[in-house]
């Protein structure tokens, strides 16, 4: 699809696709685009290495085409960047005659879409017929299907790209709708909690990293062969309309679109010292075996915070059943009867609700001491509003007449041009909603806090005084 999209590119007004390729970003400041010193100040080694994928991916498809294609460099990393921030999952037609037809001047859109999903219809059921028939028939040949896959699903290394009809008739297409790649962002969360998105960034590719408040979302649906962007209220002229682009976290955000949320609803931190309680358990322990009988080991090792810095109910579960003392394990019949809520301090299992408390604080404070501790997150605050201000500079510097081309088109390297200027803006957005989920997390779980604290009290964890 990026091959694709540089064709239409070089191919200029020639091209049937000229109007929308015009009005794409010329370039995109996704992570795989960062330099090494930038990744760090994410102050995230899991996500810089996820950036560094990204990168190798470019220079691998640069390297494999832009010779024999006679591209550049640069070309490929726009299509292939293109796809990743613009790009919508949906089912592959059986046929690409019964896609959306286009409409022509006049025609009424109810008439249209009733004609394609009538068509959409036929061609489903013919895709079936088909696919079971190449399940069956497939599945001796050397690029085989698996005899016991009713759906025919190929197997992806063997598949050829352009074959439609051994693709799955369950596996999802990646499709480029023009048009509806340019609308912002916001999380269906937002509404859900009835509030406005603090930071609703931008719509794909987009350099923002702040926010784009009262604007409405949609409902985007796909089905029989289309896109329908449905709005879920009244729009009144003036106003935006948005859509969510998944209810992803800012290291996804980032590493897609290039821009993350400030206080985002969707951002969870991944606290992967709560291992450290499930390796202490010796292999072959009744223990242990009860944990994997309630699939409880998985909520270790995929252990998370919320955005209100709140750990899963299976995660806290997991730990009161790993660090109960044996008195209480074997009084509450095991980990079963660890699954429950405990009221007071002198309540069976209250010592195991503690203890699990007491670790989720331990790996927080760990992973926040990684990031540079509370103290680093003042210093972000006054960093970030210093970045804004010179940011805000540069930029309307460079909206003028004869601004300063090295620094408004800047490459990234520079400490002063705008590209740097964003980067490090994202940079220092990103790694202070992850201090700030940390330190929520660390004040709900300190022993004596939250979970067994009288409503008349307030305690002081002796952190500095914070929005959280």
Same mark, same amino acid.
């Given at each position: 699809m990026a091959l694709a999209l540089i064709k239409e590119k070089r191919s200029g007004a020639k091209s049937p696709w000229a109007a929308y390729i015009a009005q794409l970003p010329n370039e995109y400041d996704l992570l795989g685009m960062w330099t090494d010193d930038q990744l760090v100040e994410l102050h995230s080694p899991k996500l810089e290495l996820e950036a560094k994928r990204q990168r190798s991916e470019n220079a691998a498809a640069a390297s494999a085409v832009c010779k024999p294609l006679k591209i550049t460099p640069k070309d490929m990393y726009w299509g292939l960047n293109t796809v990743r921030s613009r790009s919508f999952l949906g089912k592959y037609p059986a046929d690409l005659e019964h896609m959306m037809p286009p409409y022509a001047p006049g025609t009424a859109a109810k008439k249209t879409l009733a004609k394609a999903k009538k068509n959409a219809k036929l061609a489903a059921e013919s895709e079936d017929a088909k696919l079971a028939m190449l399940a069956t028939k497939a599945a001796s040949t050397e690029c085989g299907l698996a005899p016991d896959d009713p759906d025919g699903t190929a197997v992806p290394s063997c598949t050829p790209m352009g074959d439609t009809s051994r693709r799955s008739k369950t596996q999802p297409a990646v499709f480029v709708v023009p048009f509806l790649d340019a609308f912002n962002h916001r999380s269906n969360s937002d509404l859900s909690n009835g509030g406005e998105s603090p930071g609703a960034d931008s719509s794909p590719g987009a350099d923002s990293s702040m926010g784009a408040e009262g604007s409405h979302t949609t409902k985007l649906h796909f089905t029989d062969g289309a896109f329908q962007l449905v709005a879920d209220r009244s729009l009144a002229p003036g106003d935006e309309a948005t859509i969510s682009y998944g209810s992803h976290a800012n290291d996804e955000l980032l590493l897609r679109f290039g821009f993350c949320v400030s206080e985002s609803v969707d951002d969870t931190i991944p606290l992967p010292g709560c291992m450290d309680e499930l390796e202490w358990l010796m292999p072959g322990t009744t223990r242990e075996a009860d944990l994997r009988a309630e699939g409880l080991d998985d909520a270790v090792r995929t252990a998370h915070l919320t955005t209100e810095g709140e750990a899963s109910p299976d995660l806290l579960w997991a730990l009161r059943s790993l660090l109960a003392s044996d008195d209480e394990y074997d009084a509450l019949g095991g980990a079963l009867g660890m699954n429950k809520t405990f009221t007071g301090i002198d309540e069976v299992g209250s010592g195991a609700? !503690? %203890? *699990? +408390? %007491?670790? !989720? %604080? !331990? *790996?927080? +404070?760990r992973e926040l001491t990684t990031m540079g501790g509370l103290a680093a997150y003042d210093e972000d605050v006054l960093n970030l509003a210093a970045v804004e201000n010179v940011y805000d500079e540069v930029i309307a510097e460079c909206? !003028?007449?004869?601004?300063?081309?090295?620094?408004?088109g800047g490459d990234g390297e520079d400490g002063n041009d705008t590209t740097y200027l964003r980067r490090l803006r994202s940079a220092l957005v990103f790694r202070m909603n992850r201090k700030r989920i940390l330190a929520k997390a660390m004040e709900r779980y300190t022993p004596g806090g939250f979970g067994y604290q009288e409503e008349e009290e307030e305690l002081n964890y002796g952190y500095p005084s914070r929005p959280w």
């Amino acid at each position: 699809m990026a091959l694709a999209l540089i064709k239409e590119k070089r191919s200029g007004a020639k091209s049937p696709w000229a109007a929308y390729i015009a009005q794409l970003p010329n370039e995109y400041d996704l992570l795989g685009m960062w330099t090494d010193d930038q990744l760090v100040e994410l102050h995230s080694p899991k996500l810089e290495l996820e950036a560094k994928r990204q990168r190798s991916e470019n220079a691998a498809a640069a390297s494999a085409v832009c010779k024999p294609l006679k591209i550049t460099p640069k070309d490929m990393y726009w299509g292939l960047n293109t796809v990743r921030s613009r790009s919508f999952l949906g089912k592959y037609p059986a046929d690409l005659e019964h896609m959306m037809p286009p409409y022509a001047p006049g025609t009424a859109a109810k008439k249209t879409l009733a004609k394609a999903k009538k068509n959409a219809k036929l061609a489903a059921e013919s895709e079936d017929a088909k696919l079971a028939m190449l399940a069956t028939k497939a599945a001796s040949t050397e690029c085989g299907l698996a005899p016991d896959d009713p759906d025919g699903t190929a197997v992806p290394s063997c598949t050829p790209m352009g074959d439609t009809s051994r693709r799955s008739k369950t596996q999802p297409a990646v499709f480029v709708v023009p048009f509806l790649d340019a609308f912002n962002h916001r999380s269906n969360s937002d509404l859900s909690n009835g509030g406005e998105s603090p930071g609703a960034d931008s719509s794909p590719g987009a350099d923002s990293s702040m926010g784009a408040e009262g604007s409405h979302t949609t409902k985007l649906h796909f089905t029989d062969g289309a896109f329908q962007l449905v709005a879920d209220r009244s729009l009144a002229p003036g106003d935006e309309a948005t859509i969510s682009y998944g209810s992803h976290a800012n290291d996804e955000l980032l590493l897609r679109f290039g821009f993350c949320v400030s206080e985002s609803v969707d951002d969870t931190i991944p606290l992967p010292g709560c291992m450290d309680e499930l390796e202490w358990l010796m292999p072959g322990t009744t223990r242990e075996a009860d944990l994997r009988a309630e699939g409880l080991d998985d909520a270790v090792r995929t252990a998370h915070l919320t955005t209100e810095g709140e750990a899963s109910p299976d995660l806290l579960w997991a730990l009161r059943s790993l660090l109960a003392s044996d008195d209480e394990y074997d009084a509450l019949g095991g980990a079963l009867g660890m699954n429950k809520t405990f009221t007071g301090i002198d309540e069976v299992g209250s010592g195991a609700q !503690l %203890a *699990a +408390e %007491a670790s !989720l %604080a !331990l *790996a927080c +404070e760990r992973e926040l001491t990684t990031m540079g501790g509370l103290a680093a997150y003042d210093e972000d605050v006054l960093n970030l509003a210093a970045v804004e201000n010179v940011y805000d500079e540069v930029i309307a510097e460079c909206s !003028l007449d004869g601004g300063d081309t090295d620094r408004c088109g800047g490459d990234g390297e520079d400490g002063n041009d705008t590209t740097y200027l964003r980067r490090l803006r994202s940079a220092l957005v990103f790694r202070m909603n992850r201090k700030r989920i940390l330190a929520k997390a660390m004040e709900r779980y300190t022993p004596g806090g939250f979970g067994y604290q009288e409503e008349e009290e307030e305690l002081n964890y002796g952190y500095p005084s914070r929005p959280w």
